[in-house]
Structure formats: C-alpha cells, structure tokens
C-alpha cells in the first residue's frame, strides 16, 4: 500500500514556474513507477509525465515537452515535477500516481494503482 500527497500547487502568472512535489508512504517506494497526471474544468484526466523506478526512464505527454521535468529523489520517497514556461492552458489539478514495477503503459491513468489527492495549479494569462 503506498500513500501519496502531493504538494507546491498554486497561482503564477503565464510563463512563470512551479515544483510539485509528490511524497509517498511506505518503504519501498523505488520499486515504483510514478507518473503525474492532471485534470482540468470539463475536461478527461490526461497524462501529463512518468518515470520509472529507477528513475532512469522518463515520459513527457507532447503538450509540455521541454517545458515540464520529472523526478524523483528515491531516499526521500519524493517524485517531482519541475514546470516552466507555464500556459493558461495548463491549468488544472495535477495527481501524482504510482505502480508497483514498470506499467505496460506510463501514458494510460489505469496502468496506476495508487493517486493522491490532487494539488491545484492555476495559471493566469
């Protein structure tokens, strides 16, 4: 069982940044893949990032790359997302998500078994 609470939501003006942080529960927390996904107004949950446990592979959905990072601090049970060059149009409430090994598919929010609650991310233009 792990438990996530993200963290670092807020508002920032366009072309601003924010870190999120993701901290999770549980002891063994590098033998999990994590992923961040996010939800806006109206909208389906979308993909947003992923990596490995190892950290050593990681997944940008098109929308924010080179623009967002993903990574994770496994002595601190900590995933991040570093995102820069923020749009209005990223705003939404970003989850942190996590799955024990490697997922089929880090693109797909069922491969996940394990969300937190979701930190809000406001962005204004």
């Known amino acids: 069982q792990v438990q996530l609470v993200e963290s670092g939501g807020g508002l920032v003006q366009a072309g601003g940044s924010l870190r999120l942080s993701c901290a999770a529960s549980g002891r063994t927390f590098s033998s999990y893949a994590m992923g961040w996904f996010r939800q806006a107004p109206g909208k389906v949950r979308e993909f947003v990032a992923g990596?490995?446990?190892?950290?050593?592979?990681?997944y940008y959905a098109d929308s924010v790359k080179g623009r967002f990072t993903i990574s994770r601090d496994n002595a601190k049970s900590t995933v991040y997302l570093q995102m820069n060059s923020l749009k209005p149009e990223d705003t939404a409430v970003y989850y942190c998500?996590?799955?024990?090994?490697?997922?089929?598919?880090?693109?797909?929010?069922?491969?996940?078994?394990?969300w937190g609650q979701g930190t809000q991310v406001t962005v204004s233009s």
């Open positions: 990596i490995s446990w190892s950290g050593g592979r990681t």
């Open positions: 998500a996590a799955v024990q090994g490697s997922p089929r598919n880090y693109y797909y929010e069922f491969a996940y078994d394990y």
